[in-house]
């Protein structure tokens, strides 16, 4: 979750209420894999169970083509159950997502829920041998970096970023927890049992997402603009810059960031979305459509207008986010 002290142009996608951010986390599956998604103004994990899975300044066109393939795709269901109607020669209503460019997928599952500390403004989120662990964002108070108990919600460890410091994303390199920051241009290494701080680094860019893929030996790492970079994590130095894109449509502000099987999974901010991306190349081949259960949530508790959702983690023993 994150909330809205003002970034850059506008709304800054952390909390403007900072320490009195709430949020829900929720884990998503697609076969045997944990999802977490975090959604500020709600002390809730999610555990949800799907198939997994944009553009300049407002991400607009973005919108227009989740919700046109989500039509196309109801479309499609409704002329099925009428019998009848023929869709690309084959007299069967195609299947969601076979249109050309992005598939758009809406159904999951809520398999868990549950509870989360209601103060911490969530920025990233990693699960890894049965421990969760979070940063957080906050002006207001220090940010800090957090070893959590899944089931109770309670913290079992803490340790505050310096202050003027607005956590951002964190990744799990190693026996190392890497956690960036939103504009001080520095990131923390810790120990990831420990959470005792071991460094702090240069980074040289704006911080949003961070996500390692451990069989290359690379993170990627993203600015709250269109851009994706893969960084070398032995000296937090970017090699490469490409474009983050929806059927050719540059997409702007994908936040935390997952690496699962050969994909990042991201958040896109102000947006009920994940996002699936190839890294390679950045085109979005997949979106998971959360919008249900935001509208669930937002029944439940009052949103500030930053409560969005914000943290993934992938549960590799069991296949579900």
């Not at 944009?54 to 991400?59: E, F, H």
């Amino acid at each position: 979750a994150r909330g809205g002290q003002t970034r850059r142009r506008g709304r800054h996608p952390h909390s403007p209420y900072s320490d009195d951010m709430s949020r829900t986390s929720g884990e998503r599956g697609g076969g045997s894999n944990w999802v977490w998604l975090i959604l500020a103004g709600a002390a809730i994990v999610f555990v949800l169970s799907a198939a997994v899975v944009v553009n300049k300044t407002t991400n607009k066109s973005a919108d227009f083509i989740v919700q046109q393939k989500l039509k196309l795709q109801k479309d499609g269901r409704d002329r099925a159950e009428k019998g009848g109607v023929q869709v690309g020669g084959s007299g069967k209503a195609e299947p969601a997502g076979k249109k050309k460019g992005v598939k758009v997928i809406a159904d999951f599952k809520v398999i868990a829920e549950y509870p989360h500390d209601p103060l911490a403004f969530t920025q990233g989120v990693e699960y890894k041998n049965y421990t969760l662990y979070e940063t957080t964002g906050s002006f207001r108070s220090p940010s800090s970096v957090r070893i959590v108990d899944l089931k109770s919600g309670d913290v079992k460890k803490k340790e505050l970023m310096p202050k003027g410091s607005f956590g951002e994303g964190c990744t799990i390199v190693g026996e190392n927890l890497l956690a960036l920051t939103w504009k001080s241009k520095k990131a923390y290494v810790y120990n990831k049992d420990t959470l005792e701080k071991k460094a702090e680094i240069p980074y040289h860019h704006i911080g949003w997402g961070l996500a390692y893929d451990e069989g290359r030996n690379v993170m990627y790492a993203t600015d709250g603009g269109d851009h994706l970079y893969r960084i070398n994590p032995s000296n937090w130095k970017a090699t490469s810059k490409t474009t983050i894109k929806m059927d050719g449509i540059a997409l702007r502000e994908v936040n935390e960031l997952e690496y699962i099987n050969g994909y990042l999974f991201g958040n896109v901010w102000h947006k009920p979305w994940i996002v699936k991306i190839k890294p390679t190349t950045g085109e979005v081949v997949g979106v998971l459509d959360l919008s249900s259960l935001v509208q669930k949530v937002a029944r439940k508790h009052v949103n500030r207008g930053e409560d969005v959702l914000n943290g993934i983690a992938y549960r590799e023993e069991t296949g579900n986010l």
